[in-house]
């Protein structure tokens, strides 16, 4: 039992302990997926309970897709600040907290009929039913890229890494099976955990490109404003 209280490092992630919270679904957001005092109590909790890691519920990654009512979102900037709240209150507790980022699909009888679900192709689901759009590559490069920002966000949000939901036949589960990616999508055809792989790179590149950027910003305005004090104080 001993190992379970010692230090434990995820690549450059170190963990006080290795009890590890896996990602549930709470049901306790507003309706657009904000944060609600009832479930900052439950990661608060979580992280007072001395939780080493923390894993959120799914966050839908665009404004349009919440496979479950309740759901976290992470679909534009409006979520950054209660997240750099939630991501405060954990880290007081010297916890670390990731963001879990969910593409459901047709996982899903949610508000069915009433949005576009996009699928690998035109497959019901085998426990839902659901029938999902089959996707063009503007759509598929579409999602990608909303993983991307997402995860873009929960880095400005100040969470310390993020999960992709790739299991349960979420969006990117099914994207690997044969049977429902009739299509092969090109590029992903026939490449074990393509699409995962392939969102995962489009989020390292993100992140690191914005990265680089705001170093080189931050440099560009220092400069600056020491050249506009030197021009004023000759």
């Given at each position: 039992?001993?190992?379970?209280?010692?230090?434990?490092?995820?690549?450059?992630?170190?963990?006080?302990?290795?009890?590890?919270?896996?990602?549930?679904?709470?049901?306790?957001?507003?309706?657009?997926?904000?944060?609600?005092?009832?479930?900052?109590?439950?990661?608060?909790?979580?992280?007072?309970?001395?939780?080493?890691?923390i894993i959120t519920g799914y966050a839908n990654i665009v404004a349009e897709e919440q496979p479950n009512p309740g759901m976290m979102g992470i679909y534009n900037d409006s979520f950054i600040d209660e997240y750099k709240k939630l991501t405060a209150l954990v880290h007081d507790y010297d916890a670390k907290i990731v963001m879990q980022l969910a593409?459901?699909?047709?996982?899903?009888?949610?508000?069915?009929?009433?949005r576009v679900i996009y699928a690998p192709s035109e497959v019901p689901e085998i426990g839902t039913q659901t029938l999902g759009k089959a996707m063009t590559i503007d759509e598929i490069d579409y999602i990608i890229n909303g993983f991307a920002q997402a995860a873009l966000r929960a880095k400005?949000?100040?969470?310390?890494g993020v999960e992709i939901h790739g299991a349960h036949s979420y969006l990117t589960n099914l994207a690997e099976f044969s049977t429902h990616n009739l299509f092969g999508w090109r590029w992903i055809a026939n490449q074990p955990l393509g699409w995962s792989i392939l969102v995962g790179y489009t989020i390292i590149f993100t992140c690191i490109y914005i990265q680089v950027n705001q170093v080189y910003y931050d440099h560009y305005e220092k400069q600056s404003t020491h050249k506009n004090a030197k021009n004023k104080n000759p």
């Amino acid at each position: 039992m001993q190992p379970l209280f010692e230090a434990n490092r995820i690549g450059n992630m170190r963990l006080k302990n290795r009890f590890i919270r896996s990602a549930t679904w709470e049901n306790m957001t507003t309706e657009e997926g904000h944060m609600t005092e009832k479930l900052y109590a439950v990661y608060e909790n979580l992280a007072k309970g001395e939780v080493g890691l923390i894993i959120t519920g799914y966050a839908n990654i665009v404004a349009e897709e919440q496979p479950n009512p309740g759901m976290m979102g992470i679909y534009n900037d409006s979520f950054i600040d209660e997240y750099k709240k939630l991501t405060a209150l954990v880290h007081d507790y010297d916890a670390k907290i990731v963001m879990q980022l969910a593409y459901g699909g047709t996982k899903t009888t949610h508000n069915v009929g009433q949005r576009v679900i996009y699928a690998p192709s035109e497959v019901p689901e085998i426990g839902t039913q659901t029938l999902g759009k089959a996707m063009t590559i503007d759509e598929i490069d579409y999602i990608i890229n909303g993983f991307a920002q997402a995860a873009l966000r929960a880095k400005r949000a100040g969470f310390d890494g993020v999960e992709i939901h790739g299991a349960h036949s979420y969006l990117t589960n099914l994207a690997e099976f044969s049977t429902h990616n009739l299509f092969g999508w090109r590029w992903i055809a026939n490449q074990p955990l393509g699409w995962s792989i392939l969102v995962g790179y489009t989020i390292i590149f993100t992140c690191i490109y914005i990265q680089v950027n705001q170093v080189y910003y931050d440099h560009y305005e220092k400069q600056s404003t020491h050249k506009n004090a030197k021009n004023k104080n000759p």
